[in-house]
């Protein structure tokens, strides 16, 4: 499997139903099928993930619980703000949750997991967890302040643009630590060679 995509994969995944959601939010600007769409996705994902026999994390089954309680709370009361706040519990929770001292090393490719600095995974980590609670005092802001549709407009630009540009970044600085750790091990294999033939 490709490295760059064994990374970005469960980022991916994580990040589907509530891109869905800003997606068809600004596209239609209809909240009631923004949010029947977000929930139906959510569902959807937690069904496959347990029919391929795969455990739900807390996290995931909480996102779903935000869609339904906060979704179900705006098509009752047909204020979208409910809904549009939603995002920032998640991204205040998933933020919380990135604080924990190397949680991105599971998302490591295997190739790359041995050849890059802890402190380098550690420091990525934080730089996660900063872009989440920014992006939840954003999404704040502006559900606070804007109309769904200008919120869905600006989140549907700004949650994938930051998280992709910061995901590249990583991989980039990634890839140079790894490939300048695999040439310092294959000179020092070299110079052993060089010792022991000595």
């Known amino acids: 499997m490709n490295p760059l995509f064994h990374a970005a994969r469960p980022i991916l995944i994580d990040l589907a139903a509530t891109l869905v959601f800003y997606g068809v939010l600004a596209v239609t600007g209809q909240v009631t099928v923004a949010v029947a769409v977000g929930i139906a996705l959510g569902v959807a994902q937690l069904v496959v993930t347990r029919a391929r026999g795969g455990k739900i994390?807390?996290?995931?089954?909480?996102?779903?619980?935000?869609?339904?309680?906060?979704?179900?709370?705006?098509?009752?009361?047909?204020?979208?703000?409910?809904i549009l706040i939603k995002p920032t519990l998640v991204y205040a929770a998933?933020?919380?949750?990135?604080?924990?001292?190397g949680w991105m090393a599971r998302?490591?490719?295997?190739?790359a997991a041995n050849r890059i600095p802890e402190?380098?995974?550690?420091?990525?980590?934080?730089?996660?967890?900063?872009?989440?609670?920014?992006?939840?005092?954003?999404?704040?802001?502006?559900?606070?302040?804007?109309?769904?549709?200008?919120?869905?407009?600006?989140?549907?630009?700004?949650?994938?643009?930051?998280?992709?540009?910061?995901?590249?970044?990583?991989?980039?600085?990634?890839?140079?630590?790894?490939?300048?750790?695999?040439?310092a091990a294959e000179g020092e294999a070299a110079d052993a060679e060089t010792r022991a033939a000595a």
């Open 57 to 82: 994390s807390a996290l995931q089954a909480m996102s779903l619980a935000l869609v339904v309680i906060m979704g179900g709370a705006t098509l009752f009361t047909h204020d979208a703000r409910f």
């Open 94 to 101: 998933v933020g919380a949750a990135m604080l924990q001292r």
């Open 107 to 111: 998302y490591m490719p295997p190739a």
């Open 119 to 183: 402190r380098y995974v550690v420091t990525a980590g934080r730089v996660w967890a900063g872009l989440m609670f920014v992006s939840a005092a954003l999404n704040l802001a502006l559900a606070l302040t804007l109309d769904a549709a200008s919120v869905a407009r600006v989140m549907a630009i700004w949650s994938p643009a930051s998280k992709i540009a910061l995901f590249a970044g990583q991989y980039l600085l990634f890839r140079s630590v790894a490939r300048r750790s695999a040439r």
